[in-house]
């Protein structure tokens, strides 16, 4: 049924492009004839009726799925050599399907040096680390796929189990956890059903190193807030010096402060420095050395940015304060 239908569709193409008479003839169950009447000018144009067949070929199996070989006889003159040019294009057919087998072998082992290739591994190894339990999930489904997908051996599939068990178990003794059982191999077991035991431990350290990166990420944002704290006093205080600090980027230092404080860094440093200023104003220290104690470059900058920010002197503002007019809020006057 299929064999006629491909034929069919050859025949189609062949006739409704090829300006000369195509003769069709069914033979075994996978085979197929036709025999072209070329006329005599086109004899030794075996190039030209190559491509004009693959166009063909092409045809058909965009319409059916299935794979086509085609071979090609020497044209020849006359009826009685019709036979021999037949045979001729079975043998160079025969050839092209080989070769083709030969490509889908070379494509298999393509596939299974990916399976055990040391870059698939250092990916897991990368995924589990960083905890990232979906993408280790993908990891494994991908694997799942690509092994249906091939032939394997006793001993390939062995190389794959221990490949992967490998890479757990160095995570684990990097954590520490070396005591810590993976399943093993079992002989009876399909490879895949022993893949879903690895990628449930695969998914348990992803849970493991998630919650460690978590406490870390907890402590560093209050590393962070506490060194901004205590370095207010520095002129040079910046995002670009906390983030050189701690080894993050500048975008992350801001990320941090936001989270933890609900202000910019800038605010976040002008509202220390201006609390430190209302401390030092009502405890009577002389003026002109306060901006170098809050991280003021000069006394001018910080008379400048004291008014923009409380609308009066420093000077007045420590006599409101004595009087009890105003309170310390290091954001403006309070009544």
Known sequence: MIIRMVLDLIHHY???YVAFPCLRREEEEQDGV????LPEASAGERDKMQK??????AYAESHVDVQICIGIGNLVQGIPRVVQSVREAKRDADQENRNLLLGQEEERKNKKQILFSSKSMRRL???LSNGEEKET???????ERMIGETELSD??????????????????KKEGKSDTELPGFEEKRNILEQLGKQQAAAIEICARMREKQEKVTTQRKHDVIAFIHQNFSDSNLCAAMVADRFGVTEKYVFQIVRDCTGKSLGDLIKEIRFAKAEKLLQESVDINK????IGFNSLNTFYKAFKRNYGISPGQWRELSREGQIKGTAGGLTP
Not at 34 to 37: E, G, P
Not at 52 to 57: N, P, Q
Not at 155 to 172: N, P, T, W
Not at 290 to 293: D, G, R, V
Request: glycine share 4%.
């Open 14 to 16: 062949l006739t409704s």
């Open 34 to 37: 036709f025999i072209l009447c």
């Open 52 to 57: 004009c067949l693959k166009k063909a070929v």
């Open 125 to 127: 190894s990368v995924l």
């Open 137 to 143: 999930e993908v990891f494994f489904h991908e694997l």
């Open 155 to 172: 001993d390939e599939e062995k190389q794959i189990f221990y490949g992967i068990r490998s890479v757990l178990d160095g995570i684990l």
């Open 290 to 293: 306060i901006p170098e104690q």
